[in-house]
C-alpha cells in the first residue's frame, strides 16, 4: 500500500478585478451589504473583451505550475481529475481540454461535477487511484468560470456578488510512508436537497428549445438558484460533522489541527467553524474577500496560498472541508 502526497500546487486567477462597487453597475446593492453578510470585497470576473480564459485554460495554466513546483513534466502525469459546475462545453468535460491544452499523452481524465465539493471529491478519486498502485502522479484540477452565467441584475444580486473566477491544482504523487499525505477523505451527499443550490437548464430536464419556445422573462432556470438561508444552515452543520469525522478517523484531536482549509463558501461559515474548533486565525485560512466564492477552485486556490505564504510546514495537520450543491460535503485529513 501507499499514500498520495501532494507534491504540487498552483493557481491561476483572471487579471479584472471587480469590486463591490463596481457590481452597482449592474444591481442595486452595497459593498456594506456583501461585507457584512459574505465577507467578500472583490472577486476576478474574466473579462471577455482582453482575454481568453475560459475553464479549461485557467485549470491548464493553474496546473502547469503545480507540475513545476512537484518537479515534474507534464509526461511524468499519469491522469488528470478535473472538477467544475462550469465546463468550457456541456460535453466533453474539462479534463480533455486540459490534456490538449498541456499537450500531454493521452492519459487518462475524467471530470468530477460536485460544485463546491468537487476539490475533495477530485483529491480522493486521485488517492484512491495512487493508494493501490495504479498511477504515480494524478493531477487535481478545480476550475471555474462562474462570471458567465450570473444574472448580472437586482432580481440576481443574492447570488451573483457572491461567486467569482478562477483555478487551483495540485499534484498527487506516491508515496511510500503511508504515515503521511492524505490519511484520509470522507464524502457525502443528500440529494433531496439538489434544488436548493443548483442551475436546472439548459439540461435533459430542459433543454434550450423549451427555454426559448416559452420565452418566459420571468424564467431563470438557467440562471444559478441558491435558497441563502437554508444553504448557510446546513453548511455549517455538515462542515462540523465532517472535520469531526475525519479527526476521529486519524485518532485525532481538534487541537492537532495545524491548519484548516476551508471551502470559501462565505466568511461568516467559516468563522463559525473555527470558533467551533476553538482555532485561531493562524490555524484557518481565509481569502473570500478577494476572490469571492469560487467553488471547486476554492480550496486548491486557498491551498496554493497558505503554502506560498509559509503557512503550511512539513509534519503539520492540515484539514480540507467543503460543503455545497448536491447538497455534498466533504473533508480531507492531510499530514503534510
Ligand atoms: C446569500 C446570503 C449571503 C444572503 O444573506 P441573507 O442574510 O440570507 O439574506 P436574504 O437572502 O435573506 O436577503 C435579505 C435582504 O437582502 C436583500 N439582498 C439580497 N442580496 C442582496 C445584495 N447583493 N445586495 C443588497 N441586498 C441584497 C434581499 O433582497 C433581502 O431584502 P428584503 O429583506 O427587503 O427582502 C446568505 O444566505 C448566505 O451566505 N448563504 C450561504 C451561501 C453559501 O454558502 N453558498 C455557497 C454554498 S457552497
Redesign the pocket.
Known amino acids: 500500500m501507499y499514500n498520495s502526497r501532494i507534491t504540487g500546487l498552483g493557481k491561476y486567477v483572471p487579471e479584472n478585478v471587480v469590486t463591490n462597487d463596481d457590481l452597482k453597475e449592474w ?4 459593498d456594506e ?2 461585507q457584512e ?2 465577507g467578500i470585497q472583490e472577486r476576478r470576473w474574466i473579462d471577455p473583451e482582453t482575454s481568453d480564459d475560459t475553464t479549461s485554460i485557467m485549470g491548464a495554466k493553474a496546473a502547469k505550475i503545480a507540475i513545476e513546483r512537484a518537479g515534474l513534466t507534464k509526461d511524468d502525469i499519469d491522469f488528470i481529475v478535473f472538477a467544475t459546475l462550469s465546463p468550457d462545453m456541456y460535453f466533453p468535460g474539462g479534463g480533455v481540454r486540459v490534456q490538449e491544452l498541456l499537450e500531454m499523452d493521452t492519459i487518462g481524465a475524467i471530470d468530477v461535477r460536485n460544485q ?1 465539493s468537487g476539490f475533495i471529491y477530485g483529491l480522493s478519486v486521485a488517492d484512491q487511484f495512487i493508494k493501490t498502485g495504479m498511477y504515480k502522479h494524478v493531477l487535481v484540477i478545480g476550475s471555474e468560470n462562474h462570471s458567465g452565467g450570473l444574472e448580472r441584475s437586482t432580481r440576481g ?2 447570488v451573483t ?2 461567486f467569482g473566477d478562477g483555478a487551483g491544482a495540485a499534484v498527487l504523487s506516491r508515496e511510500e510512508d503511508t504515515t503521511r499525505g492524505v490519511l484520509s477523505t470522507h464524502l457525502h451527499s443528500e440529494g433531496k436537497h439538489a434544488k436548493e ?1 443548483s442551475l436546472e437548464g439548459p439540461s435533459t430536464g430542459r433543454w434550450v428549445d423549451a427555454i426559448m419556445e416559452d420565452n418566459d422573462p420571468e424564467d431563470v432556470s438557467y440562471y444559478p438558484y ?1 435558497n ?2 437554508f ?2 444552515k446546513h ?1 455549517v452543520v455538515r462542515f462540523s460533522e465532517a472535520i469531526i469525522e475525519g479527526l476521529k478517523t486519524n485518532n485525532l484531536q481538534k487541537e492537532d489541527i495545524d491548519m484548516l482549509i476551508p ?1 470559501q ?2 466568511l ?2 467559516s468563522q463559525f467553524i473555527q470558533k467551533k474548533f476553538g482555532l485561531g486565525n493562524d490555524q484557518v485560512y481565509n481569502n473570500i474577500m478577494r476572490y469571492g ?1 469560487t467553488t471547486a477552485a476554492s480550496i486548491p486556490i486557498a491551498l496554493t496560498e497558505a503554502w506560498e505564504e509559509g503557512k503550511i510546514k512539513e509534519g503539520d495537520n492540515v484539514v480540507l472541508a467543503a ?3 448536491g447538497f455534498t460535503w466533504g473533508s480531507a485529513i492531510i499530514k503534510w
Do not use: E, K, Y
Open positions: 444591481m442595486d446593492t452595497s451589504w456583501i453578510r459574505t463546491c444580486r443574492a456578488v457572491i443550490l441558491m441563502g438561508q444553504v448557510f453548511a471551502h463558501a462565505n461568516r461559515i466564492n460543503f455545497g450543491s
